[in-house]
């Protein structure tokens, strides 16, 4: 079996169009994986290989790539920068041990690298940097590294200094080693040449470096103690102590370079071997309990000679059928092996496995701790699910999606291809949790739900395309919620005396608000036993059940506390399902004078924009009844943050761009639910009830 210390499993995250996939590219290209880069502007790149993601010129889904470089095995997961598909960078970071950040040399950190940057924080994930498109306009290594300081609040340790800027970038300088690397205009990245530093550099190197060496040392003491006294500590001592410090986030070496022209690629590669850590050395993940999901104090240790433990984080369609993409963290694998999936309790067949080249596959019959595969043809496996030795059951910590904020009605154009769009949707379905679809039971429509609009228009796209089903689409719904505003006390009686046995039960309860967030909570106080316990849980689903529908607009209702203080009983006619029937009419009855109230969801939007244009996007955020929250100058314009409903926020990108002549930048994220103005709120409900009438 390989030895684990060689290996590296890793993502390449960032804000759109900072690079990632030519950075990935260029990684394939050097590691002989590929012999012809493919450019993402020609749509030829080997990770982004969906139509839709070779038309656009982005990255849809996480693809994951081997490749070999210095005798170490380096998977590499080259993750989506736009914020609708952020679902896929948090689940790659799940199962990476370290990472590289790309970031423009132009646009520097951007607010999608700020997300991505944040979910790595959570998972705890080791990172490099890397400057990218140094040869551009407006280009500036040393910018970039003030914002990640200051938006990022991380710690960056220069490692390369840029030769020479925008049009002129000809190389880096390794800061460590103090030789420069320059590359000849072919275009070609092993034509490079290692040279002295150059003259005017020597200063600004020899500044670096001190403070390079100052911040290494620090992880350890001894060493630290030399160097006070004035003795050097050599390269590998300092190679050691950046690793260390690159493990434990005490900061993140940063190199600079031009992916696009091939220059300063291999020093990354060279730091993901030198300093990113193996399966090894990150902390192991934890086993949590499957029924309240809290950890259970132990851990997956990393190790070919433990028990099988691994992750099903992502779920493929392809031409050859449905491959669950699997991290394994303990034990091995092996073709033919039977496994439990702790989620469901049922056991599956490992038949085709194999390591993944993008799109291309490449058949093993085994593997172990440490790797990232592809089981070819698992039925009921899910997104989040463990894979364990089924003589060792365990539980891995789960994986938590954000809940979609935006929804579409669908319905085939004909009658034929109903059946076939729900194979499809079921199929889709698996692949992307962030991804839902429920059917409308009155009108029969097909709802679809997800991050933003980016998010829909694709998923309608694949449906078109990949499955050959024609849709017709219906205008963006938001995800409205109703909560009430006033407590009442009331009273409710159920009867019903019709021939055989009757049916009888009296609840006298008291609804009110409820904490932000709370959902629906239940208590109940009789004494006397005037309703006996066993029907308080009847009461209780009574009125859970009615809690999808309000009453406003049959939106589902948040934020409230359901009491039974009394009520009465009758021996021979109460059951449970008079009790039942009892508190939906109760429901019915006290809602409406509890204050019903409309909640509509309110996004966290994040807004780059050039100074010149600043007035005029406040001014519409304004005029979307957004509340603005802070406000940041940078050096190639301003950031705007503020609260806006996700109903005015349709269609924002277009608007956006011609405000700002095609500069101006966003994303959002829901924050929380906040109660609508009335006359948003009427208009709400005046559409659902013109719905309801058409139906």
Not at 278 to 299: F, H, I, M, N, S
Request: hydrophobic content about 35%; glycine content about 10%; overall charge negative.
């Amino acid at each position: 079996m390989a030895d684990l210390s060689k290996y590296r499993n890793i993502g390449i995250f960032a804000h759109v169009d900072a690079g990632k996939t030519t950075t990935t590219e260029r990684i394939l290209k050097l590691t002989g994986k590929i012999h012809k880069t493919g450019e993402v502007h020609d749509g030829e790149s080997t990770t982004d290989f969906m139509e839709q993601e070779a038309e656009r010129g982005i990255t849809i889904q996480s693809a994951a790539v081997t490749c070999e470089w210095n005798g170490h095995r380096l998977n590499v997961i080259d993750t989506p920068g736009h914020v609708d598909f952020t679902v896929e960078v948090y689940r790659s970071l799940k199962v990476l041990d370290g990472g590289i950040g790309v970031f423009c040399g132009s646009g520097g950190v951007e607010p999608q690298s700020e997300t991505n940057w944040r979910y790595a924080n959570d998972s705890e994930v080791s990172r490099l940097i890397f400057v990218n498109k140094l040869d551009r306009m407006g280009a500036d290594f040393f910018r970039v590294v003030d914002q990640v300081k200051n938006v990022l609040g991380a710690n960056p340790l220069v490692m390369t200094l840029p030769i020479g800027r925008e049009d002129d970038f000809v190389g880096v300088v390794d800061v460590l080693t103090r030789k420069a690397y320059v590359w000849d205009d072919s275009g070609l990245p092993e034509n490079y040449e290692v040279q002295d530093i150059p003259a005017d550099m020597v200063d600004d190197v020899e500044q670096y470096r001190e403070e390079l060496v100052e911040t290494a040392v620090e992880q350890d003491d001894e060493l630290m103690e030399a160097y006070m006294e004035g003795e050097e500590p050599s390269i590998e001592q300092l190679k050691a102590c950046i690793r260390k410090g690159t493990r434990d986030l005490a900061f993140f070496p940063t190199f600079c370079g031009s992916a696009f022209k091939n220059k300063g690629v291999q020093l990354v590669l060279d730091a993901v071997v030198d300093y990113l850590p193996a399966p090894t050395e990150v902390d192991p993940q934890p086993l949590t309990d499957p029924e309240t999901g809290e950890p259970t104090g132990e851990v997956a240790t990393v190790s070919a000679d433990e028990p099988l433990k691994a992750l099903a984080f992502k779920i493929m369609d392809d031409r050859f059928g449905a491959l669950t993409f699997v991290r394994i963290y303990s034990g091995r694998m092996k073709k033919g092996d039977t496994i439990l999936n702790s989620a469901t309790g049922k056991t599956e067949r490992i038949g085709r496995m194999c390591e993944m080249q993008a799109d291309e596959r490449n058949e093993l019959t085994e593997a172990q701790a440490g790797d990232i595969i592809a089981v070819v043809g698992m039925k009921n496996v899910q997104t989040g699910h463990t894979l364990c030795d089924p003589k060792h059951e365990c539980t891995l910590e789960a994986m938590i999606f954000p809940e979609p904020v935006i929804s579409i009605a669908v319905a085939p154009k004909d009658k034929g291809s109903t059946e076939k769009m729900g194979i499809a949707i079921g199929k889709m379905v698996a692949e992307d949790p962030s991804f839902q679809v429920e059917t409308d039971e009155d009108s029969g429509e097909t709802i679809l739900k997800g991050m933003g609009e980016l998010h829909l228009d694709i998923k309608v796209d694949i449906l078109k395309r990949t499955y050959g089903v024609e849709l017709e689409v219906g205008a963006p719904q938001v995800a409205y919620r109703e909560t009430i505003t006033q407590p009442v006390e009331d009273s409710y009686t159920h009867k019903k005396q019709s021939g055989g046995s009757g049916q009888f039960a009296k609840i006298d309860y008291r609804i009110k608000p409820g904490e932000a967030n709370s959902g629906f909570t239940f208590s109940s106080s009789v004494v006397g036993g005037n309703v006996p316990k066993e029907f308080w849980p009847a009461v209780e689903k009574g009125f859970g059940s009615m809690m999808e529908t309000g009453v406003l607009a049959g939106f589902p209702t948040l934020d409230v506390e359901v009491e039974l203080f009394d009520g009465g009983f009758h021996a021979v006619d109460s059951s449970a399902i008079a009790y039942e029937i009892a508190a939906k009419g109760a429901f019915r009855q006290s809602m409406p004078k509890a204050g019903a109230q409309l909640l509509e969801p309110i996004m966290n939007v994040d807004v780059f924009t050039p100074e010149d244009n600043v007035g005029d996007v406040i001014g519409d955020l304004n005029r979307r009844r957004g509340m603005i929250k802070d406000q940041q100058a940078g050096t190639t314009g301003v950031r705007i943050k503020a609260d806006v409903p996700l109903s005015e926020m349709f269609g924002y990108i277009g608007h956006l761009r011609t405000i700002t002549s095609g500069r101006g930048q966003f994303s959002m994220e829901f924050a929380h639910y906040a109660p609508c103005p009335a006359n948003v709120a009427e208009q709400v409900i005046a559409e659902v009830k013109e719905r309801e009438a058409k139906k």
